[in-house]
C-alpha cells in the first residue's frame, strides 16, 4: 500500500517561506516521479511543481516560478516544496502526489498521478 504524508504547512505572513514535505511509502521512491498540487477554497485543484525520479527534470507553474523549488532525496523517500515569496493567493491545501510514469516530459494533470498524500494547509496573511 503506497501512502504520502505531507508536513510542514502552517500560517505565514506575506513573504514569508515555508518548505513542505512529503514522505512515501510502500514504492521504491527512487523510480517515482513526484509532484506538488494546490487546491484553494471553492476551486479546483492545480498542479505547483513536479520532478522526475532522478531530479533531472523539474517544472513550475507559471505563478511560482522563481519563488518556489521542487526537490527530493532519494535516500529520505521524501519530497520538497521551498515556497518563498509567499503571498496571500498561496493560500490553499498543499497535496503531494506520485506518478508511475517515469519518462516523460510533462506531469502537470492530476491524472498524470497515481497516488496522492491527505494534504497540508498553508495560510498566507497580508
Known amino acids: 500500500q503506497v501512502q504520502l504524508v505531507e508536513s510542514g504547512g502552517g500560517l505565514v505572513q506575506a513573504g514569508g517561506s515555508v518548505r513542505l514535505s512529503c514522505t512515501v511509502s510502500?514504492?521504491?521512491?527512487?523510480?517515482?516521479?513526484m509532484g506538488w498540487f494546490r487546491q484553494a477554497p471553492g476551486k479546483e485543484r492545480d498542479f505547483v511543481a513536479h520532478?522526475?525520479?532522478?531530479?533531472?527534470?523539474?517544472y513550475y507553474e507559471d505563478s511560482v516560478k522563481g519563488r518556489f523549488t521542487i526537490s527530493r532525496d532519494n535516500a529520505k523517500n521524501t519530497v520538497y516544496l521551498q515556497m518563498n515569496s509567499l503571498k496571500p493567493e498561496d493560500t490553499a491545501v498543499y497535496y503531494c502526489?506520485?506518478?508511475?510514469?517515469?519518462?516523460?516530459?510533462?506531469?502537470?494533470?492530476?491524472?498524470?498521478?497515481?497516488?496522492w498524500g491527505q494534504g497540508t494547509q498553508v495560510t498566507v496573511s497580508s
Open positions: 510502500g514504492r521504491t521512491f527512487s523510480r517515482t516521479t
Open positions: 502526489a506520485a506518478a508511475r510514469r517515469m519518462y516523460g516530459s510533462r506531469w502537470t494533470s492530476s491524472s498524470d498521478f497515481d497516488f
Open positions: 520532478i522526475t525520479w532522478n531530479g533531472g527534470l523539474t
